[in-house]
């Protein structure tokens, strides 16, 4: 049986991914607040993805993974922005 590799992240690295977290909810709060236009959302969407991906790195551990699991996992952030992009195009062919 294979033996499992042990990875120990610091309290303050986690720390400081939390507060870079918490950050970019307070911009992405802050873009609702200012007005340009249609790239509101896009903008939004994009701090979304940002935040997604360093709790899927660092906190969930992705970055400690075998290679297969991250290209699955990355297959998944692949079909959301089609989805995302699919959803685009039907609100502005309306």
Do not use: C
Not at 37 to 49: R, S, V
Not at 66 to 87: E, H, Q, S
């Amino acid at each position: 049986m294979e033996q499992e590799e042990k990875h120990i992240t610091s309290y303050s690295f986690l720390a400081k991914i939390l507060v870079v977290l918490l950050a970019l909810t307070a911009v992405s709060v802050a873009v609702t607040w200012i007005n340009v236009g249609p790239l509101t959302i896009a903008l939004a969407l994009f701090i979304a993805t940002v935040k997604s991906l360093g709790v899927l790195i660092w906190f969930m551990h992705l970055k400690y993974e075998k290679p297969m699991f991250t290209v699955m996992v990355a297959g998944v952030f692949v079909l959301y922005a089609v989805i995302i992009v699919i959803t685009f195009f039907d609100y502005w062919f309306r």
